[in-house]
């Protein structure tokens, strides 16, 4: 039991700022609705998130009292959340992609190898035969593992990325002056 409620318990996170524009990329002069991210920005939440144990967490952003501005503060959240939605879109999507490549690849590769193991029984008789299965077979093997190797490591990679955007997704973000 107290196992689930620690599963319910919020981290709360703070982030210290200098303005607002820490949060977004010095070089993309937008207005907040459009701008992207700070990459230093997504690296430092990245490191908070990453050391809390929690699934739900409470992003705290504390900006100087003579810059609080609530008005900015709601278009910036709706951005942030804009941007989070958005990264764990891309990376599921990515993600399904890898998997469906491996998938055709693999199939591809176990059609080669039974090509390969029909050549097989033709080579006895043609020269030609026995050189299909040659080239035919090892690139079957090869195709398979390479499908395998796909599903199961490469669509795992961005998983940290992925875990981050979806914890992000639902971080309540709030605005602290201090």
């Known amino acids: 039991m107290p196992e689930i409620i620690n599963l319910l318990k919020k981290a709360s996170i703070s982030m210290l700022l200098d303005s607002y524009d820490a949060i977004f990329s010095d070089f993309d002069p937008r207005p907040y609705p459009e701008r992207a991210l700070s990459d230093d920005f997504l690296i430092e939440a990245r490191k908070a998130i990453r ?8 992003l705290h952003l504390l900006i100087p009292k003579h810059l609080h501005n609530p008005h900015e503060e709601v278009v910036i959240k709706e951005r942030m959340h804009q941007h989070f939605h958005q990264s764990e879109h891309l990376l599921q999507q990515q993600q399904k992609g890898v998997i469906k490549t491996g998938l055709a690849l693999t199939g591809i590769g176990m059609l080669m190898m039974l090509l390969g193991s029909m050549l097989s029984l033709m080579a006895q008789k043609e020269y ?26 490469v669509s795992r990679q961005p998983k940290a990325d992925l875990d981050f955007y979806r914890k992000m997704t639902k971080a309540e973000i709030h605005f602290d002056p201090y």
């Open 51 to 58: 050391e809390s144990k929690s699934g739900l967490f409470e």
């Open 128 to 153: 030609i035969f026995n050189l299909l299965r040659v080239i035919v077979e090892p690139g079957g093997w090869f195709t398979v593992w390479y499908g395998l190797d796909q599903i199961f490591y």
